[in-house]
């Protein structure tokens, strides 16, 4: 059972466009979202997050738009830059103040940035 | 800071033999995590620590065993690999507290593990 899924195992996006990465989640008791970037023979690394009291969260080009009674979060990229093709994880838990804060993964989308 | 560190970075292994994954954080960390990571896949959760001397299982712990002797080492033993092992894992570190409201795990930089 995929309780994190992310349909679309890749995207192709031009240089300076938006790049819309999107997840999807079935667990009512995700309370914690985040974003990991993955270079190849890397670990991957913290993008954004954003807590369910909220429906966005900024930090500088990106964006992650939560709708809860969808249950469906994206990742906004803009404008896109070559440095940003990677593969993108999305990642939740529940009881995030208290908890071990077990992440569950989507599947990941490879984002090519064309020039 | 070194981050998470992990060693070997690539280990062929034969059906049968056990080998141990490093892991080691310098940043003071109580939770530390083991995760693997198959092909087109996304990461689970193998198992985790709150901190020294204390350990629980995650998603997929069956065929691994962990131990937590100090806040810094976190190693990952497997006894009789398995063809089903091969994979991909990853060591991530958190801190206790809530330092932020993005609070997030570190990760390290992987270890390929190959069985035939």
């Known amino acids: 059972d995929q309780q994190v899924k992310q349909n679309s195992p890749s995207l192709s996006v031009q240089e300076g466009r938006i790049s819309i990465l999107n997840c999807d989640y079935t667990?009512?008791?995700?309370?914690?979202f985040l974003w990991y970037k993955k270079y190849p023979a890397e670990g991957p690394t913290f993008l954004i997050s954003?807590?369910?009291?909220?429906d966005k969260n900024e930090d500088g080009r990106f964006t992650v738009f939560l709708n809860k009674s969808a249950k469906h979060l994206s990742l906004h990229i803009v404008p896109s830059q070559p440095g940003d093709s990677a593969v993108y994880f999305c990642?939740?838990?529940?009881?995030?103040?208290?908890?071990?804060?077990?992440?569950?993964f989507g599947q990941g989308t490879r984002l090519t940035i064309n020039p | 800071n070194a981050g998470v560190t992990q060693t070997p970075k690539f280990r062929i292994l034969k059906i049968g033999q056990s080998m141990t994954l490093q892991c080691t954080q310098d940043?003071?960390?109580?939770?530390m995590y083991w995760y693997r990571q198959d092909p087109g896949m996304g990461l689970k959760l193998i198992y985790y620590?709150?901190?020294?001397?204390?350990?629980d299982k995650g998603e997929v712990p069956n065929g691994y065993n962990v131990s937590r002797s100090t806040t810094e080492d976190f190693p990952l033993r497997l006894e009789l690999a398995a063809p089903s092992q091969t994979s991909v894992y990853f060591c991530?570190?958190?801190?206790?507290?809530?330092?932020?409201?993005?609070?997030?795990?570190?990760f390290g930089p992987g270890t390929r593990l190959l069985v035939l």
């Open positions: 991530a570190s958190r801190d206790l507290f809530l330092r932020s409201s993005q609070e997030t795990q570190y």
């Open positions: 667990n009512s008791m995700f309370d914690y």
């Open positions: 954003i807590s369910s009291i909220k």
């Open positions: 990642a939740a838990s529940d009881n995030i103040i208290q908890g071990a804060q077990k992440l569950v």
């Open positions: 940043m003071n960390h109580n939770y």
């Open positions: 620590s709150v901190g020294a001397g204390i350990t």
